[in-house]
């Protein structure tokens, strides 16, 4: 079953520079999927079209049945949890437990079961027992651990993530690597890391100048040097 469905994504910021041009792209409901180019290729325009901070201006985009317009904004931002790539863009709270709260209290869930789904979600990244603590003094790790737990709170269907391993150091980033191994959700992944996307990701996607260049098994496409070269990524 398919769970994203973008038909001829266009998109131009109000500057005029064209970010992405005609895309065309299937996910399935279960599937991770690594987003690889170079820098400026578009991959973050695209995460942000997923969960409707911007609204598809040309093209389509359909999450679960949904058309992604302004009246679905919401309901889809509950599907789709977008985790930036620095959680400082993401946690504003002074303790972790009201970040974490945030979203399901956004959607006028009772208190008690926001407290169950806020235990639920830190219990997740394994950050229960810092429901008190101030995410300003964690460390770059945790801050990344709690900034998921703030979307895993509204238990959406695909997580979508901008760079997660970019600026941790090699126990966090592997820590990270293993806690995405064991979430079940869809994922769609933009990465630098090439070693994430062999480990999480069985799909890769390689956006070139905002259009999407390659698809297909990751295994095969990192195989293909000059595919990777030619897209700036070797
Ligand atoms: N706010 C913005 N205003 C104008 N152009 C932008 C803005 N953000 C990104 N761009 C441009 O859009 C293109 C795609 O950028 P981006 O999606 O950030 O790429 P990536 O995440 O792959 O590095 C680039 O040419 C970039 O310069
Ligand atoms: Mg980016």
């Known amino acids: 079953m398919s769970l994203v469905e973008i038909r001829g994504l266009s998109y131009r910021y109000p500057d005029g520079r064209e970010a992405l041009r005609g895309i065309d792209l299937t996910l399935n409901a279960g599937e991770k999927a690594a987003l690889v180019g170079s ?13 409707g901070v911007f609204t598809a201006a040309q093209g389509s985009i359909t999450i679960a049945g949904l058309p992604l317009d302004r009246k679905n904004t919401g309901r889809v931002r509950a599907l789709v949890g977008l985790v ?8 504003f709270s002074p303790h972790v ?14 208190r008690d079961v926001v407290a169950q789904r806020v235990a639920e979600a830190l219990a997740a990244v394994g950050m229960g027992g810092y429901e008190k603590r101030s995410s300003y ?12 737990a703030t979307v895993l709170s509204m238990r959406p269907e695909m997580l979508v993530f901008d ?4 600026g941790l150091d090699p126990r966090a980033r592997r820590e990270l690597i293993e806690l ?3 979430l079940p959700q869809t994922m769609l992944i933009a990465t630098h890391d090439l ?24 295994a095969q496409l990192l195989d293909n040097e000059p595919l990777l070269y030619e897209n700036g990524l070797l």
């Open 39 to 51: 820098n400026g290729a578009g991959k973050s325009t695209l995460l942000l079209h997923l969960n």
């Open 195 to 218: 070693d994430l996307a062999r480990r999480l990701c069985p799909r890769m996607l390689i956006l070139k100048q905002g259009t999407l260049s390659a698809d297909g098994p990751t």
């Open 137 to 148: 003094h964690l460390s770059g790790g945790e801050k990344k651990r709690i900034a998921i």
């Open 180 to 182: 995405l191994q064991r």
């Open 97 to 110: 437990d009201e970040d974490v709260a945030y979203g399901p209290t956004y959607q006028g869930l009772p």
């Open 163 to 166: 760079e997660p391993t970019a």
């Open 84 to 91: 930036f790539q620095n959680p400082d863009d993401q946690l």
